[in-house]
């Protein structure tokens, strides 16, 4: 991780800074020990994550121990499960499928797969939908939406083993992040040349993947970055007695794994999951700031059986808000649940709640997003839009050259445009409704004497 040093006396006694937050971290803490109690879990852990930065705002885990009696506490009490365990994803691996699906070209949002009436098969075996549902026709934006497997399987047969496997890489799976903590493991990713129909098939789903918690939140936030992973880390600095920093550590990216298009047409999908009827993430909705989300529930291996158990599961939910500028990606996953089996029941309420203290904490830097009704909107419209400071850059982007062109908004709903719009101080004409497909001037053309643009947008049908 790149740092600056500053000279300072030898052998020097120096205090570690981190970039934890005491009132999230305070608040992710009983906000998992209750979760854990309603649930009458076996445990489960919280990372909370911005994602422009990589920085770990809070991490907690259950069941938890005093350091300060750290004899006494057991080996499993110990462990710091957001990186030293993998789990199956379940359906909070989908986002990652889609995501290159969609950059790949080989699906868009309105493309519609035949979800076989709830039983598909495969090779020598038949998949079904969680809770034996049965879906016929899907678009790709439902398959999301309504966490359907059997979509998820026919999107991975188009994407194909190769590409797939790719992605899930650059995504950093089957990897260690290199956080600066001790006991990361890499998950486990098997070679795509080993993987058979099923194996592929059972990881568009999340199962036959090993992942763990810090993979699973850094991942999501290369969505909510517009496409970049950062490196995530939880050391901010070290400073002398004098309060002088001696070293800082300073946001890293990784790389960019999706194009910022793709990333916002995620965005958009991962919003619909949480926001709109039937969504599988309707309990993580929040009220007037919009929450890009996905569910998950994953079944664990018997391993005295080598089958998956129908009884024992890790429930989970990951988001992040606001959508259209996200302050914090959170992973919320409760193991073993006796009550409340599904992500959507044990992990959103939990990631709702949190996220509501967030919003009370840091209400100046979020605020509230008023729906945008697109229907207002004529087409042909002059919108004309308050100048206001532009956002931070994606990272590795040179922000002089941003600030000289005309932004790319292709990809973005009418609400995200509108909200680029006003960072450059342009005048929007808005055509259409749905995400945006063309735009003049073009994307990258010098803002100098162009202080209008006129956007078209499509739902695609």
């Not at 069941?63 to 506490?73: I, K, L």
């Not at 076989?116 to 016929?136: I, M, Q, S």
């Not at 909107?377 to 004309?384: C, E, P």
Request: a positive charge.
């Amino acid at each position: 991780m790149p740092e600056r040093s500053v000279t300072g006396k030898r052998d020097e006694q120096l205090s570690l800074v981190l970039t934890l937050d005491s009132r999230i971290q305070h608040a992710v803490e009983s906000n998992l020990k209750e979760a854990v109690l309603r649930t009458r879990a076996r445990g489960g852990f919280i990372i909370v994550m911005d994602p422009r930065t990589g920085e770990i705002l809070a991490m907690a885990n259950n069941p938890v121990f005093n350091p300060n009696a750290y004899a006494g506490a057991t080996a499993d009490q110990k462990r710091n499960r957001a990186i030293t365990d993998c789990f199956d994803p379940g359906s909070t691996f989908k986002p990652f499928l889609v995501a290159a699906a969609i950059e790949e070209g080989v699906v868009k949002e309105t493309d519609r797969f035949y979800c076989e009436n709830g039983a598909y098969r495969v090779a020598n075996a038949t998949f079904h939908e969680a809770n034996r549902k049965r879906h016929g026709v899907l678009t790709v934006r439902e398959i999301l939406k309504y966490s359907s497997n059997i979509g998820s399987v026919k999107i991975s047969e188009k994407l194909g083993r190769e590409k797939f496997h790719r992605y899930i890489r650059n995504f950093g799976f089957g990897q260690k992040t290199n956080i600066e903590l001790p006991g990361e493991i890499p998950g486990l990713l098997r070679p795509w040349q080993s993987w058979t129909q099923v194996d592929t098939s059972t990881i568009a789903f999340g199962q036959g993947i090993s992942v763990t918690a810090i993979q699973l939140v850094s991942a999501l936030s290369a969505i909510a970055n517009d496409g970049v992973l950062m490196q995530p880390h939880i050391v901010k600095k070290f400073v002398d007695a004098s309060g002088e920093t001696v070293r800082e550590f300073t946001p890293t990216p990784v790389r960019r794994v999706v194009s910022a298009e793709t990333a916002r047409r995620m965005t958009a999908m991962l919003t619909n999951v949480v926001g709109e009827q039937g969504g599988t993430g309707k309990n993580a909705a929040l009220v007037n700031v919009d929450v890009a989300g996905k569910t998950g529930t994953a079944q664990k291996f018997d391993f005295a059986h080598r089958r998956f158990s129908s009884e024992r599961v890790r429930t989970s939910f990951m988001g992040f808000f606001p959508s259209e500028n996200p302050r914090f990606v959170m992973l919320v996953s409760i193991d073993e649940p006796q009550l409340h089996k599904w992500g959507g029941e044990a992990a959103a309420p939990v990631f709702r709640s949190i996220s509501q203290q967030l919003i009370r904490c840091f209400e100046h830097d979020i605020g509230e997003t008023p729906p945008v009704q697109e229907k207002e909107i004529n087409t042909g419209a002059r919108i004309r839009l308050v100048s206001t400071p532009a956002a931070i850059p994606a990272a590795g982007a040179a922000a002089a050259d941003e600030e000289a062109v005309m932004p790319d908004f292709r990809g973005m709903t009418v609400r995200q445009a509108l909200k680029a719009a006003q960072e450059k101080g342009l005048a929007l004409t808005v055509t259409g409704s749905g995400w945006a497909v063309s735009q003049k001037p073009a994307a990258g053309s010098p803002l100098k004497g162009h202080r209008s643009c006129t956007v078209s947008f499509s739902t695609g049908d």
